[in-house]
């Protein structure tokens, strides 16, 4: 790879925790140089996920884990899968809350047949994929729902529940964690009607040209930004407590949960 590269943390990068990313990023950014690697100085906010995920000077991201096995062109390599402590998942694995309406009188996911959903993209794996999934386990998936509003974020699905525009949508559970606590006001006419199950956190990527040398890298900055006690208060602000080495096998499962 040659310079310039590309770093990005966009997949959880609301209003309140920017400041968070920026901080984690200026650390990695400074252990990559120290290993000869000209990082960018700041992460791009300036194009979407999907467009810097194309990109081949990629140095640093983090992607949704569907497209990465379902998007037959999305050349990226798995560097690490993150940890967060979020109620109901696990170390590595995460799930999307069910949320509808708090005043909407069905009790069960079966009783949503038929009605209005909203997704974020039709390839997101907490947005689409592991409701899909949840569906399966109560109907064929197929048709379930009657119409399909796609929104372009988690946010926006939110706020199409709440205004009565879809009836029901699936909330990445970290995402659901940032808003509860910065921004509550959103969920509010909301509750949760189930879990989806669970599947790997999304991971962080490079570019599939990434010389081995240069993950090694990451993954000892990763590593070392993970130890730093002067970055804890970022990284209680992402949620973030650990982070291990990770490979694409990991996502595989969520091609044959798709399927």
Known sequence: ??????ASLGMYDHPGQRAANDALWAAIAEHLRRQG????????????VEAIW??????????????????AELALRVVAVPHYAVPNCPPGRHLSRVLVRADDPAATLAAF????????????????????AAVAQVAPPEDFFGATITTGSHRASIDAVASGRA???????????????????????????A???????????????TPPSVVTAL?????AVMRDPALAQARAALFLTAVEPASVHRYVALRRLAR
């Open 219 to 223: 993954r000892r900055a990763l590593d």
């Open 113 to 132: 047949a038929g009605r209005t959903v909203a997704i974020n993209a039709p390839l997101s794996n907490t947005g689409a994929n592991l409701l899909r």
């Open 37 to 48: 690697i000209a990082a960018p100085p700041a992460v791009d906010r300036g194009r979407s």
């Open 195 to 209: 879990m989806t199950p669970l599947a790997p956190n999304l991971p962080f990527v490079t570019a599939w040209a």
């Open 1 to 6: 790879m040659t310079a310039p590269f590309v």
């Open 54 to 71: 194309r990109d081949p000077a990629l140095l640093f991201a983090q992607c949704c884990g569907y497209p990465l096995v379902a998007d």
């Open 167 to 193: 009836d029901i949508a699936a909330i990445d559970a970290v995402t659901h964690a940032v808003i509860a606590r910065d921004e509550p006001g959103a969920l509010a006419g909301l509750r949760e009607l």
